[in-house]
């Protein structure tokens, strides 16, 4: 069966410091892993994806993961955090035919001054 | 044009009461979900819907009754609103493959009084 594992409900880290954020996967199969952030009162919007090809992956307002197989990792980077990345960020893999997606309990970042 | 719209946006109901959440896409993906959030931000899967078929039906009280109508909309139907109801309910559409993302409402909130 899929599931991801998030460390840590709560990271904080100050205006342009780095952005850390864990996600560990359990797949019986090559995974397709998913973060989403979901802002105050609002849906979760894709961040980014790993599907197959190049390990590091991209994404929107300056986020990166890479896919790890030997440590069964995708963990969410960003090289200098900003007060607009408060939100809460989810790491999700998907089942393997597409019907639904095992979402992580979510990280809250908070970006202090 | 908003991809997945759900309404309400809130929703405050007495116990014992009927309600409903509507749901639609216009994004022409096959596969669409309806997932709650609890209080606590976990995200947990209710139903799957592939071409107007429903795939996962996970253990939800058979009180919650989804409807697909056609490929684009999928309702959600609850009787005799309970306490425990209280929740944010999220629709969302993918193409319903495992290395494609999901497409997020923006969430329902649900208040039982």
């Known amino acids: 069966a899929q599931s991801v594992t998030q460390l840590g409900s709560h990271v904080s880290v100050s205006e342009g410091a780095l952005v850390l954020l864990r996600c560990n996967y359990s797949?019986?199969?090559?995974?397709?892993l998913f973060w989403y952030v979901q802002y105050p009162n609002q849906g979760l919007q894709l961040l980014l994806k790993?599907?197959?090809?190049?390990?590091l992956v991209k994404g929107i307002n300056g986020f990166e993961a890479e896919f790890k197989k030997s440590e069964t990792s995708f963990h969410l980077t960003k090289p200098s955090a900003h007060m607009s990345d408060a939100a809460e960020y989810f790491c999700?893999?998907?089942?393997?035919?597409?019907?639904?997606?095992?979402f992580g309990t979510g990280t809250s970042l908070t970006v202090i001054p | 044009d908003t991809a997945v719209s759900q309404t309400p946006k809130y929703l405050v109901t007495q116990m014992g009461n009927d309600k409903s959440i509507k749901c639609e896409q216009n994004?022409?993906?096959?596969?669409m979900y309806w997932y709650k959030q609890d209080s606590k931000k976990f995200l947990k899967i209710m139903f799957s819907?592939?071409?107007?078929?429903?795939?996962i039906n996970e253990t939800v009280p058979n009180r919650f009754s989804p409807k697909s109508p056609d490929k684009a909309h999928l309702n959600l139907h609850i009787n005799s609103l309970e306490l425990g109801d209280s929740a944010v309910y999220f629709c969302?559409?993918?193409?319903?493959?495992?290395?494609?993302?999901?497409?997020f409402g923006q969430g329902t909130r649900l208040t039982v009084v």
């Open positions: 969302a559409s993918s193409q319903g493959q495992m290395n494609t993302e999901a497409f």
């Open positions: 797949s019986s199969v090559p995974p397709y």
């Open positions: 790993y599907t197959t090809g190049a390990t």
């Open positions: 999700a893999v998907s089942d393997l035919n597409g019907n639904q997606f095992y």
């Open positions: 994004l022409g993906h096959d596969t």
């Open positions: 819907y592939n071409n107007k078929e429903l795939i």
